[in-house]
């Protein structure tokens, strides 16, 4: 018998026998030794035939073929081990398994990669929740049936545990087939870590994969902590002492974990005969659970109301309660002879410590801080902090030593440079202050050969910055002054500026993502506008963004910086403004408010929506001005909310005082992030202008006169080598596509496909002009 030959030998039919080896059995006769053979069942040969040789070709390295001798030989699938000659099946590589319902003739697959970008949602209002997000895994393993398992362990201090029925996870912890789940009952100031493994059919085979492999994990974590929660609730309120003109109160609350700031608490009181309709309340912030109340008038009942308040100042439920004035008591001729007496020596008394205070404050008045200014005399309030321009101090230095941090440049590294500012390059780096641990900074640096004038107006940024302390307002570190090259440090934000993270990420988040980032900036925004500091250039260039997608309002050159910035500007007597961004009014007349920060707000919610798109797209700021003053609007972005483009369009009324004002704008999107199924309604739009969609390119019209230029004019020059490849050369092919065209080329990602498939609607429709932005 020949070399390399494989023979079977059918003996009845119970059984059959493989042979591997040159030569067998045959006939009865052994023609070799050395015989190895492999016993299967008559069930997959269903043959009844006397013992006999039957001879065929083995298939060559990299091939297999099936039980039956007639079967032709097969490439080994993907995955596979290569064997040698006359393989009969593929066994997995290393690393790679078949499912139990995968076929043995089938390919074999990976594990999954972590899920990515994971990152937590929380809204101020919502105590006690978070929604956790991610995208899928980088690498599927070649599969289809991903699900996912989310696993909860709370930290207080260095004990971790399983969060347990403690914390819910809705819809279920595990099977999960979406990118997401809904964490609810969460402690407010534990450490949570939330770990996210991504599953699929070939899991069960994870425990099989060496320690020290190199293969990465098929889990994502992240740990946070809800800083904020709901204030504790104020239980009783009693009453401590009374008199004719005056009531002593105090109150209780539940008991609750400590806050990271001592509990305040908001007072109102009004008469309670007083008619409804023109109620006055007198409200009083405390820092203590207890009040006097002077100059109330005798014999009345006036009803009190009391809530905590949380440390960033949002209210809890109040308790109201009702006290009465003592009556006037009936006084005698001579007690009224004796009190007038008295009050005549006290009065004489206070004119003379009243002239003894003024000569003294007279003497002190250089030692009085313009900042500080309060609601009243009253011990129990607190004094508001209010922005001090520092140019007012006519020495620059002064304003930084008051409200910034002097650093020595011997703790600060610097590791790369991430950009350029106005002043010198932007660098990010590492502080290591004596006492604290290494924290991630940015370093702003002043270029060589900078003028004092320059000096002072980039430490100014710093004195400005010094004096904000937000959530959502970029935080200052401190400067370095004192040596030859200056730097300014501040947090570092990983994600960058907003408008770029968000051109990165086009499409990938979600409505209730992008409405939570709007929050955070309105929220700084309202802070500042409490702190009766304006922007003047508010945009999403000005919005950094940290790992968390927490979003912080930076950017604080005021118009030094509107005199250099490079976006669309438009030359006044006062210097440069960015018209895109800017109210009419302050286009027209530099009346820069806290209403022009609104509209400029309401234009940073329209890039938002919009993932980063340039508002107006390449309008001229001459046609952006004319546009605007003839009541013309920008139009919502695709699959903007209603909700939130209604906002948007109260944001830009032509009448400043008619606009929410930055506490409106934060209740309101509050109350949409705590009910998500309000943005489910999404804003009508035109497909030719949301996404600026011409029709034709150029100011002659001619048409778009190639797939890529069309491309390119909506920001989706990263596909012209599908489009290349799948065939479509010209623009009449493209106006032919439909989505399943468009999904076939390889346009996975869901706002890509939409912005594809309405710039082709948009095409197919010129029958209207494309200026389309009235209100």
Known sequence: MKSGTIVILVQHISRAVWCWNQLVYCNQKETSLGLVCDVFSSSQFLMKVSPVCVVFSECQPGFFKAFVPSDTCKLCPANTQLLGSGALLCPCAEGFYRAPDDPA???????????????ATTTQLAAGKLHLSWSPPEDTGGRSDITYSVECRCCDGATCQPCGEKVRLEPASKGLMHTWVAVSELEPHLNYTFTVEAHSGVSLFASQVAPRSNRPPSTSTL?????????????????????????????AVAPHRPLPRPTRYELSY??????????????????????QISELSPATAYLFRVKALSPEGSPGGSLEDEFETLPDMPQSNTAVIFGAAVGGAAMLFIVVVVLLVRKRRRNSHTRQEPEDTYFSSSEQLKPLKTYVDPHTYEDPNTAILKFASEIHPSHVTKQKVIGAGEFGEVFCGILKAPGRKEV??????????YSEKQRQDFLSEA???????????????????????????????????LDKYLKDHDGELPSFQLVGMMRGIAAGMKYLSDMSYVHRDLAARNILVNNNLECKVSDFGLSRVLEDDPEGTYTTSGGKIPIRWTAPEAIAYRKFTSASDVWSFGIVMWEVMAFGERPYWDMSNCEVMKAINEAFRLPAPMDCPSTVYQLMLQCWLQERSKRPRFPDIVSLLDKLLRSPESLKAIADFDPRVSIRLPSTSGSDGSPFRSVSEWLESIKMSQYSENFTCAGVFTMDQVLQMKNEDIKNIGVRLPGHLKRIAYSILGLKDQTSTLSVFAV
């Open 105 to 119: 003739t089938g390919p074999c697959s990976g594990l999954p990669s972590a899920p990515q970008e994971l990152f």
């Open 440 to 449: 991630a900074v940015a370093i702003k640096t002043l270029k060589p050969g």
């Open 463 to 497: 004195s400005i910055m010094g004096q904000f302390s937000h959530q959502n307002i970029i935080r200052l570190e401190g400067v370095v002054t004192k040596f030859k090259h200056a730097m300014i440090v501040t947090e570092y934000m990983e994600n960058g500026a």
């Open 223 to 251: 740990t946070t902590a809800l800083h904020y929660t709901d204030p504790p609730k104020v239980t009783s309120m009693r009453l401590v002492e009374r008199s004719p003109t005056s009531l002593s109160l105090s109150w």
């Open 270 to 291: 009004r008469k309670k005969d007083d008619n409804l309709d023109v109620t006055t309340y007198t409200v009083l912030i405390l820092e203590k659970s207890s009040v």
